[in-house]
C-alpha cells in the first residue's frame, strides 16, 4: 500500500480541507455560511471527489476503498454510536458551586472520558456543571479548565477516548496499550489540572458576592438521573470495539489457526470479505437503533438532543478521509524531518491545535512508519512505541490550544454561550487560558515521561 507515489500536488485539496475548518468559522459572513452543515458536505465533495476519480484512474482505488470503508466507516459508526448512546442520558440538578464540587465533577469527566469518549463525557457533564455555577459571578474559567480536562486531555487511556487514538487503534494497536503505556502521562495532566484548576476556582468563589453565594444555596436542586438504559447500551459498544476486531475474526471465522503469529493474522485479514471485516460496523448500527428505541423521547429532549453535531463530524471527515489519501501515500515516500519522540510530541501537537487532531496523528503516523524500530523492541501499528505515545499525546492534549483542535471544543462553547456565558474570541482563549496553563503544564509532563 502507498508505493511509489510523489506527487506532491496531490496534498492541496487535504491542506485546503484542513485549512477551511481551520479559518472559515472565523470569516464574518463566510462563517454563517460554514456553519450549515450541507455547505459543509458540498465543500468535501467538491474537493474528495476529484481527489478519488483521479486515484481511480491511476490505479490506486484500492488505496482509496480501504481508507473511505475500513477507517472512514467505522471511524464515523463509533462516533454516532458514542454520541446517541451518551445522548439519552439525561443529568439533571443544581449542586452547590463550591470548588471541590465543581472539581469533583470535572474528575468525574475526566475519568469518564476514555470510556464514552471526549465528546460522550462532555456534553453529559456539561449542562450539569453550567446549572451548577449558574449563579456564580465568575464561571468563564470553569467553562475553559471543562474543555481542556474533559473534552480532551481525559481521552488518553483508550480509542474509545478520543477520534485519533481510534484511528490509531485501527491500524493495529492493541486496545489496552494507551491503558497500559500512557496511565502515567494522563494522571500527571489531569491532576496537575485539577489541582490548578481547585486554586484558581478557590480564588474567584472568595471574590464572589455575598448575594450569589446565598443565592446558589438557597436554588439548591439534587441531581436527577434518567435514561440509564443507555449505560447498557454504552457497555456493548465498549465491548464491541475491544473484541470485534479484524485479527479476531479472523481466528474466528477460520481464515488464520489460533495462536498464529502477528503478520499471519494481518495478513488474513487482507482476504476475509468484506462483509465479515465489517461485522462490528453493523452491530454499532444495532446499538445506535436499541438505543433510540428504548430510550424515552422525552429523556432526549431534556437533553436538548440533536442529529446536527454528528451530521457536521460525519460531513468534515467525509472531505478529510478522502482528501487524506494522496497525503499518507506521499509522507510515506517523503517522511517530514521529525526523529525524535519528542519531536514528535510538538509537532504533532503543534498541528492537531490549529488544524483536526484525527488527521494530524493520521499524518504523523505516517511519518513514523519510515522511521526504524531497534532491535529486540516490539513495533506498535508498525511505528516504535514511543513514537506511538507523542503522537498521541500530541493529538490529544494538545487539541486542547485552540476551540478547533477538538470536536466538543467548539461544542462546550456554544452551549455555554447559549446560557449567557461571554467565552474568550479565538485568539482570547489561547492568550488567556491555553498558552498560559495548558502549554506549561503539556512541557512539564513531556519532560517528565517523553
Not at 469533583?104 to 460522550?120: D, K, N, P, Q, R
Not at 490509531?168 to 496537575?192: D, H, I
Not at 504533532?348 to 526504524?372: E, I, K, Q, R, Y
Request: aromatic share 14%; net charge neutral.
Amino acid at each position: 500500500m502507498f508505493e511509489n507515489f510523489n506527487n506532491w500536488w496531490m496534498l492541496i485539496p487535504f491542506v485546503v480541507m484542513l485549512l477551511c475548518i481551520a479559518v472559515l468559522p472565523l470569516i464574518p459572513h463566510v462563517g454563517e455560511w460554514w456553519e450549515h452543515n450541507t455547505h459543509k458536505l458540498y465543500v468535501s465533495l467538491l474537493l474528495g471527489v476529484p481527489v478519488g476519480i483521479w486515484l481511480c484512474l491511476h490505479g490506486l482505488s484500492h488505496d482509496l476503498i480501504h481508507q473511505m470503508v475500513y477507517d472512514y466507516v467505522p471511524f464515523i459508526l463509533l462516533l454516532m454510536a458514542l454520541f446517541v448512546t451518551t445522548g439519552g442520558i439525561c443529568i439533571r440538578g443544581d449542586l452547590k458551586a463550591t470548588p471541590l464540587t465543581n472539581t469533583i465533577i470535572m474528575a468525574i469527566g475526566w475519568v469518564l472520558a476514555s470510556f464514552m469518549g471526549t465528546t460522550g463525557a462532555a456534553m453529559l457533564l456539561i449542562r450539569l456543571l453550567l446549572s451548577t455555577v449558574s449563579q456564580r459571578k465568575y464561571k468563564v474559567h470553569t467553562v475553559l479548565f471543562f474543555i481542556a480536562i474533559v473534552a480532551n486531555c481525559g481521552g488518553l487511556l483508550s480509542p474509545l477516548g478520543d477520534p485519533p487514538l481510534f484511528l490509531l487503534f485501527q491500524k493495529g494497536t492493541p486496545f489496552t496499550w494507551w491503558m497500559q503505556n500512557m496511565l502515567p502521562e494522563w494522571a500527571a495532566t489531569g491532576l496537575l489540572l485539577l489541582g490548578i484548576y481547585y486554586l484558581v476556582d478557590l480564588y474567584f468563589y472568595k471574590k464572589e458576592p455575598l448575594q450569589n453565594i446565598r443565592a446558589d444555596i438557597r436554588e439548591e436542586r439534587k441531581m436527577r438521573i434518567t435514561g440509564l438504559v443507555n449505560i447498557f447500551w454504552l457497555l456493548c459498544v465498549i465491548a464491541s470495539t475491544m473484541f470485534l476486531t479484524q485479527a479476531n475474526f479472523a481466528q474466528w471465522f477460520g481464515f488464520v489457526e489460533k495462536g498464529a503469529s502477528p503478520e499471519a493474522i494481518e495478513e488474513a485479514t487482507h482476504h476475509m470479505p468484506f462483509y465479515v471485516k465489517l461485522i462490528r460496523e453493523w452491530v454499532f448500527i444495532l446499538i445506535i437503533a436499541g438505543s433510540w428505541l428504548t430510550t424515552k423521547k422525552v429523556v432526549r429532549v431534556s437533553n436538548n438532543y440533536s442529529w446536527v453535531p454528528i451530521m457536521e463530524v460525519a460531513c468534515v471527515f467525509l472531505g478529510i478521509f478522502a482528501t487524506m489519501t494522496p497525503a499518507l501515500m506521499f509522507l510515506q515516500q517523503n517522511p517530514l524531518p521529525v526523529h525524535k519522540a519528542w519531536q514528535f510530541v510538538y509537532c504533532t501537537g503543534a498541528l492537531s491545535a490549529f488544524l483536526d487532531n484525527a488527521p494530524t496523528a493520521m499524518v504523523f503516523h505516517a511519518t513514523a512508519t519510515t522511521l526504524p524500530v531497534a532491535d529486540g523492541v516490539t513495533a506498535i501499528a508498525g511505528i516504535a512505541p514511543e513514537f506511538m505515545k507523542a503522537i498521541s499525546m500530541g493529538a490529544v492534549f494538545f487539541g486542547a490550544l485552540t476551540y478547533i483542535g477538538n470536536g466538543p471544543n467548539f461544542m462546550v462553547k456554544a452551549i455555554a454561550e447559549q446560557e449567557g456565558i461571554s467565552m474568550p474570541s479565538f485568539f482570547g482563549y489561547m492568550i488567556k487560558f491555553s498558552l498560559i496553563v495548558l502549554l506549561p503544564v503539556y512541557i512539564i509532563v513531556q519532560l517528565l515521561f517523553i
